[in-house]
T-cell receptor, first 115, second 114 residues
Framework: DTEVTQTPKHLVMGMTNKKSLKCEQH?????MYWYKQKAKKPPELMFV???????INESVPSRFSPECPNSSLLNLHLHALQPEDSALYLC??????????????FGEGSRLTVL | QQQVKQSPQSLIVQKGGISIINCAYE??????FPWYQQFPGKGPALLIA?????SEKKEGRFTISFNKSAKQFSLHIMDSQPGDSATYFC?????????????FGTGTRLTVIP
């Protein structure tokens, strides 16, 4: 069983809706990630938080807004999404760069469908 | 630009056979090479990983072979089982600097036939 918990597992939203994806980990990791995965493709990095500060933003459109309220939680706020944003959104965690062992632990993902 | 190249795209193996998936990379700064296994509708799970100071790592039926001079590494699944049917991703990262940004290969869909 994964130690990175994502909710909801499935989300259907219209293009005018505002919703959020949530991620929680209790492994003491201080780096957390959002990845997007389309069908039959590898995960693509969206955002990285290190010590609760945004350290990497891979040129993601502003309709995706990440938030890291504390060291255990990571949110992804969604607004005015497009149908092409439908994908599996994966959260991951790891030790931060100064303690990095390389291991990245993924949650089971939130399947997003935009109508 | 694909930092990590993976082949084959799909693989069909008989039960009990050996599954072999290959990856190649260009960036010599990479120092961590994991393999992830992903079942449909699930997140990727770390299967096995290797660092460039060793040429081989074995965990149960799974073995990584690493060739630093050729900048290649491969996953061998011995005695393949139907339960191994999944998509496998190789990856590479630099753990020395920056966040752990994994560069994934394109994935291999493995089907093990009973």
């Amino acid at each position: 069983d994964t130690e990175v918990t994502q909710t909801p597992k499935h989300l259907v939203m219209g293009m005018t809706n505002k919703k959020s994806l949530k991620c929680e980990q209790h492994m003491g990791h201080r780096a957390m990630y959002w990845y997007k995965q389309k069908a039959k493709k590898p995960p693509e990095l969206m955002f990285v938080y290190s010590y609760e500060k945004l350290s990497i933003n891979e040129s993601v459109p502003s309709r995706f807004s990440p938030e890291c309220p504390n060291s255990s939680l990571l949110n992804l706020h969604l607004h005015a999404l497009q149908p092409e944003d439908s994908a599996l959104y994966l959260c991951a965690s790891s030790h931060p760069p100064d303690r990095n062992t390389g291991e990245l632990f993924f949650g089971e993902g939130s399947r997003l469908t935009v109508l | 630009q694909q930092q990590v190249k993976q082949s084959p795209q799909s693989l069909i193996v008989q039960k009990g056979g050996i599954s072999i998936i290959n990856c190649a990379y260009e960036n010599t700064a990479f120092d961590y090479f994991p393999w992830y296994q992903q079942f449909p509708g699930k997140g990727p799970a770390l299967l096995i990983a290797i660092r460039p100071d060793v040429s081989e790592k074995k965990e149960g039926r799974f073995t990584i072979s690493f060739n630093k001079s050729a900048k290649q590494f491969s996953l061998h699944i011995m005695d393949s089982q139907p339960g191994d049917s999944a998509t496998y991703f190789c990856a590479a990262s630099r753990t020395q600097t920056g966040a752990n940004n994994l560069f994934f290969g394109t994935g291999t869909r493995l089907t093990v036939i009973p």
